[in-house]
């Protein structure tokens, strides 16, 4: 990309630079991208969370497994109303 415009990448540095140089703050296209790194930080440190769980029996389940078992529980739980 910056080829194309003539750019040389030390020069895209060295323009960065005077631009937090001028601006005293972070280019927005950075903060934005300092945002969605934050995020993924949450998301993997609850992700870390998560693995430290113990298993438990429903964890071998897949998800029509544990549909199958919700739905048996409901129906035991229907006909002792009975």
């Known amino acids: ?3 194309r415009h ?3 990448a030390t020069e895209a ?3 960065l630079w005077q631009e937090l140089a001028q601006t005293r703050r972070l280019p927005s ?3 934005k991208a300092q945002g969605q790194s ?3 930080k949450a998301k993997l ?3 870390d969370r998560l693995s430290s769980f113990p298993s438990t029996s429903w964890s071998a389940h897949d998800d029509e497994a544990l ?3 919700v739905y048996e529980s409901l129906l035991k739980d229907y006909e ?3």
Do not use: P, Q, T, W
Request: glycine residues 4%.
């Open 38 to 40: 934050e995020g993924k």
């Open 80 to 82: 002792a109303l009975s």
């Open 6 to 8: 003539d750019i040389s």
């Open 29 to 31: 296209f950075i903060e």
């Open 13 to 15: 540095v060295r323009m």
């Open 67 to 69: 549909r199958a078992c």
């Open 45 to 47: 440190a609850a992700l």
């Open 1 to 3: 990309m910056l080829k």
